[in-house]
């Protein structure tokens, strides 16, 4: 069973606790990251506990009390639930104010709720997906407006993926005023020659922490990099796609609404980016 922390405290899964009021539960009023664990070790903390802090004050939540801890709490939990490879799930919500209401409770009396589990994952850094690739179908982007704040609110992203599995496929990437946004949980990328292309920041899509350092090593690596929206016939026509996450770190995209993306199997950037993304993150891990 897996120790799990909620509110300054380690419990087993079976007794983590959350009121029905709370305000995750009733509004979708609540933040998250997902940071990865490879051999034993945090990936990119420090880019997703700044992203969470923004994520915080774009929304006017307070911090937990337990905010400058975070670090010990991961490796608490890392160490006590033994993983090698995995997640921490780490979730923060408005907390609970004993009601319904739509006006946000009072900070002095109501304090968030901060919960962070684990998911063990052996293997996760040799998926096999990486190897072959994934499939993707796009779909319309109907989101909220302020898609980099990193919030609980994932029906649309979760009814994007059972529309891709219904047809067959891993994925799907959403398309806004006929641009591609961004994947369901990750970022999208195309590749033209030796030039990566992905959409540029703004309130349309997540800062990725995994895309800002797969674009550092890119550049490092010489590659050219080109931030600005493309379209799924663009994306159909380039060389090769990819799509980045905490969690799926690099993986290569092999088709496009039935398309096959260049040979149809993983590209060469893609292939040498996650490798270079995980040696590197591997080297920098806490
Ligand atoms: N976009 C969306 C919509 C996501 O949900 C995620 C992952 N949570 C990402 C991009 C990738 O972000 P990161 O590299 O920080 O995991």
Redesign the pocket.
């Known amino acids: 069973m897996r120790t799990v922390y909620v509110n300054g405290e380690y419990l087993p899964e079976t007794e983590a606790k959350v009121s029905i009021f709370d305000r995750g539960f009733l509004m979708a009023d609540g933040v998250y990251e997902?940071t990865s664990v490879l051999g034993g070790k945090l990936i990119d903390f420090e880019g997703?506990r700044v992203?969470l802090e923004r994520s915080l004050n774009e929304l006017g939540m307070q911090k937990p009390p337990a905010f400058d801890d975070l670090l010990d709490i991961h490796r608490e939990l890392v160490r006590a639930n033994g993983i090698d490879e995995g997640m921490i799930y780490l979730q923060i919500t408005r907390g609970s104010a004993g009601d319904r209401d739509f006006a946000f409770p009072d900070e002095e009396t109501t304090k968030p709720t901060l919960v962070l589990f684990t998911q063990n994952k052996p293997g996760l850094a040799n998926s096999p997906a990486a190897k072959t690739g994934i499939k993707v179908i796009s779909i319309e982007d109907i989101r909220w407006g302020r898609?980099d704040i990193?919030t609980v609110q994932l029906l649309y992203?979760s009814m994007g993926k059972m529309m891709a599995k219904k047809a067959g496929c891993d994925d799907a990437w959403m398309v806004e005023d006929g641009a591609v946004t961004?994947?369901?949980?990750?970022?999208a990328y195309i590749v033209k020659g030796n030039r990566i292309i992905t959409r540029q920041l703004s309130h349309d899509?997540?800062h990725?922490?995994?895309?800002a350092a797969v674009l550092r090593f890119a550049r490092e690596a010489q590659m050219e990099v080109e931030e600005r929206a493309f379209t799924i016939a663009e994306a159909q026509e380039a060389d090769e796609a990819f799509i980045?996450?905490?969690?799926a770190f690099v993986m290569p995209v092999v088709e496009i609404d039935g398309t096959k993306i260049g040979t149809g199997t993983p590209g060469n950037v893609a292939t040498r980016l996650r490798e270079i993304y995980l040696d590197e993150s591997m080297k920098a891990a806490v």
């Open positions: 997902v997703h992203r898609r990193k992203p961004e994947g369901t949980s990750n970022n899509i997540l990725g922490i995994t895309r980045t996450s905490a969690s």
